[in-house]
């Protein structure tokens, strides 16, 4: 009675296992230039996990800059000329007397009189640069894909290749953390076709930590705006030939830019603002959720626990997310932190500065490994490439 059963079933086996190869294959005539014909076989394609369904709220706060007035007020006041007011740019100004600014220099060395022809065509650049900065400071969602063209393909021409126009076939993202000293990543860190070092971390003397090789020195424009006080305006740490990516910290510091870039001899290339913004919206989605999971307050509760409109992504977060735009492998190095190590490897520093939430950036380099899917406003067209974090 059993082995009837089975001879029974045997059938309806073979009918449900044709059924199942039906939905898994795909059969195509082919007819050939002899006019017999082929029949090929091809396997339907894995399908990706479907984005997740975003809390509305959250991206909604997550979308306000609440630094906006005051950045567009900043920046209408150095449109206008109107330094004064602006506390941090009164260097510019030798103590807003409109004569010669002490620290500020050409790239020849020589102070820069205010009313000069050469200050004033600075002046004409500078408002020109700080107006399309602010003009195209928007979100856009597939700012994530412009970056091989923004980044890679004028690195390449300086170096006399020619671009292919696609990606790094390996980044290596070089954080600046103390527990570097804990590892000899060295010879790891520099078998990367491209390794990128943040804000002019020093390698000599910890080349067995961190390696020797650098192809990209990403900075913030705090940096250069210290570069921009010393002779000839020196800020290549790792020679005159590694390109320079800098985002902008405060937009008075494209005066730094415009000083600085003449004497560069690498390619300086100052972030797209798009890029900028969508960093921003990243950054902040991850704290907010980190901040109401964690305390059960409101949304808007999180503004006066983090620096409110100061509050701005690390350094580390958009290198790794430009990493993310032109490498087809991103290996990150030196982020994190424990008690035992220094904030930074080559300085005494300890503590954190309190307007980045290094926390929630944590979380969103776990789900950049686990579940890049769930990263929201980048486009749906972009694809992640995969993301190995060394501790």
């Not at 006019?35 to 979308?63: C, D, I, M, W």
Request: charged share 25%; net charge positive.
């Amino acid at each position: 009675m059993y082995y009837s059963m089975k001879r029974t079933l045997r059938p309806l086996y073979s009918v449900l296992l044709l059924l199942v190869m039906a939905a898994t294959l795909t059969i195509r005539v082919v007819v050939q230039q002899n006019g017999s014909l082929q029949l090929k076989y091809e396997f339907s394609p894995v399908r990706t996990p479907k984005k997740p369904v975003f809390n509305a709220t959250l991206l909604n706060h997550a979308a306000v800059d609440i630094g906006g007035p005051k950045l567009k007020q900043e920046i209408d006041d150095l449109l206008e000329g109107n330094f004064r007011t602006r506390g941090r740019q009164r260097t510019f100004l030798s103590s807003g007397k409109y004569h010669i600014d002490v620290k500020l220099r050409s790239s020849r060395g020589t102070p820069l009189q205010l009313r000069s022809p050469e200050f004033y065509r600075l002046w004409l650049s500078f408002r020109r640069y700080l107006s399309d900065w602010s003009r195209n400071r928007r979100f856009y969602s597939d700012a994530m894909s412009d970056l091989v063209s923004e980044i890679r393909v004028p690195i390449d021409e300086f170096n006399g290749e020619k671009s292919s126009k696609g990606r790094y076939k390996s980044c290596a993202v070089v954080g600046n953390s103390g527990i570097l000293m804990k590892r000899d990543y060295g010879k790891l860190i520099d078998s990367h076709e491209a390794v990128i070092r943040l804000n002019n971390a020093r390698t000599t003397s910890f080349e067995k930590n961190v390696g020797s090789k650098t192809n990209i020195s990403f900075v913030n424009s705090n940096i250069l705006h210290l570069c921009a006080r010393r002779e000839g305006c020196f800020c290549q740490p790792y020679g005159k030939n590694v390109p320079m990516i800098m985002y902008i910290c405060q937009p008075a510091h494209f005066f730094d830019y415009l000083v600085c870039n003449s004497s560069h001899k690498a390619p300086l290339i100052i972030t797209n603002p798009k890029f900028d913004v969508m960093c921003a919206r990243i950054v902040k989605y991850y704290s907010l959720k980190r901040f109401v999971e964690s305390t059960g307050k409101d949304f808007g509760e999180w503004g006066p626990s983090h620096e409110g409109a100061n509050f701005h992504y690390s350094s580390g977060m958009q290198a790794v997310m430009l990493a993310l735009g032109v490498c087809e492998k991103v290996s990150i190095f030196g982020f994190g932190k424990s008690k035992l190590a220094r904030h930074h490897y080559h300085t005494n520093q300890k503590a954190e500065l309190s307007l980045h939430d290094y926390e929630a950036e944590y979380d969103f380099y776990r789900d950049l490994m686990e579940r890049p899917e769930v990263i929201p406003f980048v486009s749906d067209k972009f694809m992640f490439p995969p993301v190995v974090m060394y501790h």
